[in-house]
């Protein structure tokens, strides 16, 4: 691994949903040496589009669900970083504020955010797209 960068990471549901279905996602949850947190907020999302992906994508919605607990990923309840959801709400208030629930989170447990989305850009913290991670973990130029 890259020295100076993180082993934990925040991770956001487009990244959780796009591991589910097997998308190149799925190769950052498999790499042994990060751990990879998210909220119940964001956990409940990924199981609220399950059934739309399993129709979009073909795929049994069962075996997704499956997918899904099977990922190490570690789910915090919102009464973990309640203490910085203001925060993350005023950084947020312009954008999507259902993104609070991470950014409370990554500012809780001082980690960077992993998401593919826009929204995270010029916050606090640093924020890692897939391809950037996969760079990374998996030694290729970053």
Excluded: C
Aim: aromatic share 10%; hydrophobic share 40%; proline share 4%.
């Amino acid at each position: 691994m890259t020295s100076g960068h993180s082993k934990r990471f925040a991770a956001d549901s487009n990244v959780i949903l796009s591991a589910v279905i097997g998308k190149a996602a799925l190769r950052i949850f498999l790499q042994p040496e990060i751990e990879l947190i998210t909220t119940q907020f964001n956990f409940d999302e990924v199981l609220e589009y399950l059934p739309r992906l399993a129709s979009r994508y073909h795929l049994d919605e069962t075996s997704l669900s499956l997918q899904l607990r099977m990922l190490p990923l570690r789910v915090f309840s919102e009464k973990h970083y309640k203490i910085q959801f203001p925060k993350a709400g005023k950084l947020l208030q312009e954008r999507d504020s259902d993104d609070a629930h991470l950014a409370a989170l990554a500012l809780a447990e001082n980690v960077p955010v992993w998401s593919n989305d826009k929204d995270f850009e010029k916050l606090p913290f640093s924020v890692y797209t897939t391809a950037r991670l996969l760079r990374i973990f998996e030694g290729k130029k970053s």
